[in-house]
Nanobody, 122 residues
Framework: VQLQASGGGLVQAGDSLRLSCAAS????????MAWFRQAPGKERELVSA????????YYTDAVGGRFTISRDNVKNTVYLQMNSLKPEDTAVYYC????????????????WGQGTLVTVSS
């Protein structure tokens, strides 16, 4: 499966953005999906994940209550709605697919998109 992330940009603290991850090549129903992010000089970290049928979601503590992950298996797209953005959310955001089940470990994700940059100014 090929993944294409989009929707990043430059916003001010408190603003919202919605990231999209469009999949091609295979139906998204085969995969649990996740959003990771990598800030300059830091490790890539899991932000949120969603199971194949969207019944289970995961959020890292830093974004809980502000971000919402969702998926539209008809459109073959996964979304990350980001509200109340903070400067510490600044990072390149990557979507990833896992052919097994929802997971928090980066090494379990087999397919990665190219990343989209989110910059939050204070």
């Amino acid at each position: 499966v090929q993944l294409q992330a989009s929707g990043g940009g430059l916003v001010q603290a408190g603003d919202s953005l919605r990231l999209s991850c469009a999949a091609s090549g295979r139906t998204l129903t085969r995969y649990a999906m996740a959003w990771f992010r990598q800030a300059p000089g830091k490790e890539r970290e899991l932000v949120s994940a969603i199971s194949r049928n969207a019944t289970t979601t995961y959020y890292t503590d830093a974004v809980g209550g502000r971000f919402t992950i969702s998926r539209d298996n008809v459109k073959n797209t996964v979304y990350l709605q980001m509200n109340s953005l903070k400067p510490e959310d600044t990072a390149v955001y990557y979507c990833a697919a896992n052919g097994m089940s929802i997971a928090t470990r980066r090494e379990l994700y087999d397919y990665w998109g190219q990343g989209t940059l989110v910059t939050v100014s204070s």
